[in-house]
């Protein structure tokens, strides 16, 4: 059973589009991360967000935690090609396991 | 040193034989994390540490796998009489608590594990 679920697990997208991935879970997380991963390397961290309704900007990405802090979701801003990755959700309860959803890989297309 | 490493990267072995795989995290990291992931998949969790102690090992698949952190730094997972369906890239992770209660993680390059 996946304790988070992340939608779409594949995208595929040209250049220039707009594009939200989702992570929802039955669980309460007091924080929630976003990593991304390339091939042969570890998921590097995007962002945490702790508080359930927070907004936070990283250039074209926008994340959003849900205001009772299961789900949270990922939109970016006219793709580009060094988007493609894989995109990781992450629920955690305080120093306790870190739990990942299974993903979701993005490819932009020039 | 300023990341995580992991060692071996990669580690081809024939089904039966005995395998460690090393981590060693960040310093001043209490707590250690491995991870299981499969291609295209996201990371499964398998143990983390809190100091020397297994403060859970729940998503250790079966009593072949096991792991230490004797002086609370350096990790080893240690996996025996290997499978073929135990081929995939093991993942470690140190992470520090963050006074917002973030806990985030900081991960090694992964040691990849092919199982002949």
């Known amino acids: 059973t996946q304790l988070l679920e992340q939608s779409p697990q594949f995208l595929s997208i040209q250049e220039g589009e707009n594009l939200t991935v989702y992570c929802n879970s039955s669980s309460v997380f007091s924080s929630l991360q976003w990593y991304r991963q390339e091939p042969g390397e570890g998921p590097v961290l995007l962002v945490t967000v702790v508080t359930g309704g927070e907004v936070k900007k990283l250039k074209r990405l926008t994340f959003q935690f849900g205001d009772a802090r299961k789900d949270s979701s990922l939109h970016i801003t006219a793709a580009q090609p060094g988007d493609t990755g894989l995109y990781l959700c992450?629920?955690?309860?305080?120093?306790?396991?870190?739990?990942f959803g299974i993903g979701t890989k993005l490819q932009v297309i020039p | 040193g300023a990341g995580v490493s992991q060692t071996p990267s990669n580690k081809v072995t024939e089904k039966g034989k005995y395998v460690e795989l090393r981590c060693d995290p960040i310093?001043?990291?209490?707590?250690l994390y491995w991870y299981r992931q499969s291609l295209g998949q996201g990371p499964e969790f398998l143990i983390y540490f809190q100091g020397t102690g297994a403060a859970d090992d729940s998503g250790l698949p079966n009593d072949r796998f096991f792991a230490v952190r004797p002086e609370g730094s350096v990790s080893t997972l240690k996996i025996q009489r290997t499978e073929r369906g135990d081929s995939a890239v093991y993942l470690c992770?140190?992470?520090?608590?963050?006074?917002?209660?973030?806990?985030?993680?900081?991960f090694g390059a992964g040691s990849r594990l092919t199982v002949l």
């Open positions: 992770a140190s992470s520090k608590m963050f006074a917002s209660g973030a806990n985030v993680l900081t």
């Open positions: 992450a629920g955690a309860k305080g120093y306790q396991k870190v739990t």
């Open positions: 310093s001043g990291h209490t707590a």
